[in-house]
């Protein structure tokens, strides 16, 4: 009979590790699953808005995130998790795709969230050398530069109007004539000098020569000069591993967790951009605290149910 | 006529630094008031829970906090905010005890949380050195020894629950035989073979020699040898400065907040131990965090009032 943990974290997210450190300080038998030790974060080059750190890169953030968590107790295990299942009230069965299965009276799923990627040429090669998913994080890079931001919903153009604060142009590509936004953000962006709209317009390459990322070249055979290119099309959450618990979820996919990070799944708790807590502020300091909150969760309910 | 800045942030919980940081990220104007740089973490002498920091001192995470946030372009102003008061739609003037006046269109209330104290000798000379007010927080300093946990509300008895797991007596001392706390929590503790309840006990002094605490005197006479005190007496959130702004509050005087740690004033937000998001976890990954989150709704607010 294997062992049952208290709880098994499943990452990638930025949530994952601080939320197995602080399963471990309440002394809660955990293991922390995840391909990839750090998640997105941990493959920036640059980072500058974790507290107290001027300027690292993602993954030595995340090793120390991962040394910290090791230090108080977990396991991590570097392995991709293909299947979820709910056996009972309080017990979950997690399996590998290696073949390995661990149990645990509650899970904790820190899966985060996929930027959607446009797919074309010169995107994936230039992710942090020009490409980028989020302004907040990477807006402070391209001062006085120019760049574009593609989409047409309200995470876009209000990532141009920061952008426009930053940047000497700010390039909006749509793909219709049509925006998505609220009124309010589309009206503030049409009257700023250095904001330009662009309809009917799609990104069908993006350029680089020796020092980077050099611009686009769009589907009606148009190019435009840029420094850097913002990706705003939509969000993917990692929720697949638990949609057969048919948990609730919001209309973008993300899954509904209370004040406690508990889903409206019993004994399934949930942290960073895989929630629709705070108000999508998909940073890391929001997920990791997410992380330790729901961990603080977990041991207050395995303390009622415990012997 | 003074500057009229986007938000001021007035401390000194740990929430402030983290949010004055991500306000100049957005290109906020703002200003950070505060008596104590760092708050409360800053007093700790060894601070384990901070994603990705082993073992650091309080002082010195706060002082990265500070460095961030000036160099992110913050001003800290190390002052004592007097009043608070709302002259408009959004626009607020903040008076330090100095006779100094800013005014701001916002403000982040991030004053915190004060732990109720017992007042008798020996409580202020021991924090740190055996008396705690977070068993989260300090509990792992005290493997194996002999604690004491004051206090019958839920926060005492679950506190008594984790330092359980951790020490080797933990002493409930309760001021009458009336436990406030959930039967459920209750009927654990009284389980537990190392939790002794002592009914009609208050402390009257706490006790140290040359290596520390020793032990507490209590009211009726009567001695306990002890390592430690948890204080877990009750808490009062730093509200006063805008309690004259009628905000809405739980029963224990936390500001209500919403997802977006607005409070129920217009154009008043708070982070952190003074509000009650985050399901009371009072920690200071979770204050940074809202620190932050309040920042970025501020500056989705202030864009949409546009100029």
Chains 1, 2 share one sequence.
């Not at 979820?84 to 997690?94: C, I, L, P, Q, R």
């Not at 590998?96 to 899966?111: F, H, M, S």
Request: aromatic share 8%; proline share 2%; with cysteine.
């Amino acid at each position: 009979m294997s062992q049952l943990f208290d709880t098994i974290i499943i990452g990638a997210g930025s949530a994952w590790l601080p939320a197995g450190m602080y399963a471990s300080r309440y002394k809660l038998s955990n293991i922390i699953i995840g391909e990839l030790p750090g998640g997105a974060l941990a493959t920036s080059h640059c980072v500058e808005n974790w507290p107290g750190v001027l300027s690292e890169t993602g993954k030595t953030i995340m090793d120390d995130f991962a040394k910290h968590a090791i230090a108080a107790g977990s396991t991590i295990l570097q392995e991709r998790v293909e299947s979820v299942a709910k056996d009972g009230e309080y017990e979950f069965t997690v399996k590998t795709t290696t073949g390995k299965e661990y149990q645990a009276k509650t899970i904790i799923l820190a899966t985060g969230n996929k930027y959607k990627k446009l797919g074309v040429p010169g995107e994936a090669e230039l992710i942090g050398q020009g490409v980028s998913y989020c302004a907040t994080c990477d807006g402070n890079f391209f001062w006085g530069l120019k760049v574009a931001v593609v989409g047409g919903g309200n995470t876009a153009i209000t990532e141009a109007l920061y952008l426009a604060e930053i940047c000497s142009e700010v390039h909006i590509l749509i793909r219709t004539d049509k925006i998505r936004a609220e009124d309010i953000w589309v009206d503030k962006a049409k009257k700023h000098s250095n904001i330009i709209f662009h309809y009917f317009t799609e990104v069908a390459e993006i350029q680089w020569g020796m020092m980077g990322m050099t611009g686009i070249l769009c589907k009606d055979g148009s190019t435009l000069a840029l420094d850097g290119i913002f990706i705003a099309v939509g969000n993917e959450p990692f929720t697949g591993l638990v949609d057969h618990l048919s948990p609730e979820k919001d209309s973008e996919g993300c899954l509904v967790v209370d004040k406690r990070q508990e889903t409206t799944v019993r004994w399934l708790y949930a942290a960073g951009d895989v929630t629709t807590n705070s108000n999508k502020f998909r940073q890391t300091i929001m997920s990791s605290a997410e992380g330790c909150l729901s961990a603080n969760s977990v041991h207050e309910d395995i303390l009622r149910i415990g012997e």
